[in-house]
């Protein structure tokens, strides 16, 4: 992805780049609603958009409180999502 990732219990939340801006997960079923709002537009990579995530422009994220909102919105839709099954070794 060219960033920083941002993972919880495995599953990946959001990510960061210089470039980019900041990539969230917001979920297949919320993203039409999300792609509405100013600064967002759709994660693309290789010509392709990927289902589930928006990246979001500097701007949508300039505050504390903006920031705060986008990030709650991929921890949100990570706690809709089933225990994923972790390998506790490394065979």
């Known amino acids: 992805m060219g960033g920083l990732c941002f993972m919880l219990d495995g599953r990946m939340c959001c990510s960061v780049s210089g470039r980019g801006g900041l990539l969230i997960r917001v979920g297949a079923t919320t993203q039409d ?23 979001v422009a500097s701007d949508g994220y300039s505050t504390d409180a903006a920031l705060k909102k986008w990030i709650d919105r991929g921890l949100t839709f990570l706690a809709t999502l089933p225990p994923k099954q972790l390998a506790d070794d490394r065979r």
């Open 33 to 55: 609603k999300v792609l509405r709002e100013a600064h967002v537009r759709p994660m693309e990579m290789r010509g392709r958009t990927v289902a589930g995530f928006v990246r």
